[in-house]
């Protein structure tokens, strides 16, 4: 899992206008693809590389939500489903949307970590990735809130370079904020894992339902515990600036079917009407 930082750049425009499931707005790597699905469909279940692709029920339509792979190929069409135990592809025309980049400079103990750092982090991203394999059946509230208030300093998506070299992108938002700043569920759920861990600092991972989830780090304090259920705009913790972070913010990432995508795509959107 990977790991963030605080910068004054980019600004975020809200003006989203939500796809549905006919329309073109998230089409693209880090999107959100958003399908009417029938009842039995909707039984049956949907996997992704063997992740479960989240879905849900609305004004009694069914409707999967699929996230785009960010490293995707542009010219990549079938994306090959399966539901149940049939065969279900997706076939989407991805648009190209630009990220920028970024150059951060951190402490070489993060870019250049100790053979003890190195067991630990191999450590911890095992504990990550067992936790990425659980989800809960549960209704999703796909209508997020923002998790802080605060001055979004990292988009997602951007190109990152530390102490210039390239690293990962970033998948998530960061909002710069005072340590101690309440930080709250976007939506409601399960708390699938807390900790404190080498480059996420404190954290927490919860599960909003079928595998639509979301990671909260560099955190102060935590408020919750695994296995917690919370509502919509509970306290969860505050913000801080453990791990690997140059300043106090909260990291925000959220995936579906364990791909990461733009946490902004659910915020203040009517995602299926
Ligand atoms: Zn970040």
């Known amino acids: ?31 959100v693809y958003v399908k009417e699905i029938s009842f039995d469909q909707f039984q049956n279940g ?3 590389l ?7 029920k609305k004004n009694n ?18 994306f090959n489903l399966k539901n149940g135990d049939e065969d279900y592809v997706i076939t989407l025309n991805l648009k190209k949307k630009s990220f920028g980049k970024q150059y951060i400079n951190i402490s070489k103990k993060f870019t250049e970590p100790t053979p003890d750092a190195l067991d630990r982090i191999i450590r ?18 796909t209508n997020f809130i923002l998790p802080v208030i605060g001055q979004i300093s990292g988009v997602f998506g951007t190109e990152r370079f530390y102490n210039n070299k390239k690293g990962n992108y970033h998948n998530g938002v960061d909002f710069a904020a005072s340590i101690g700043t309440n930080i709250v569920a976007p939506s409601s759920g399960k708390v699938l894992l807390t900790g404190d861990f080498f480059y996420n600092g404190k954290f927490v991972y919860m599960d909003h339902g079928m595998n639509l ?13 695994k296995g917690d259920f919370v509502n919509k705009g509970d306290v969860i913790g505050h913000v801080g600036n453990t791990g690997k972070s140059t ?10 079917n364990s791909v990461y995508v733009d946490p902004m795509i659910f915020v203040n959107n009517t995602i299926i009407h």
């Open 1 to 31: 899992m990977k790991l963030l930082i605080i910068l004054c750049i980019s600004t975020f425009s809200f003006n989203h206008v939500f796809a549905t499931e006919t329309g073109e707005e998230f089409i693209y790597p880090g999107g």
């Open 46 to 48: 949907f996997h992704y």
């Open 50 to 56: 063997d992740m479960k692709v989240p879905t849900l």
């Open 61 to 78: 339509s069914y409707y999967l939500l699929f996230g785009i792979p960010k490293d995707i190929d542009l010219d990549t069409r079938n």
């Open 124 to 141: 911890e991203r095992n504990i990550l990735n067992l936790a990425r394999n659980k989800w809960v059946s549960s209704d999703i509230d």
């Open 213 to 225: 989830k979301s990671i909260f780090i560099h955190m102060n304090t935590i408020t919750v515990e």
């Open 247 to 256: 300043g106090p913010h909260l990291h925000w990432s959220v995936t579906l």
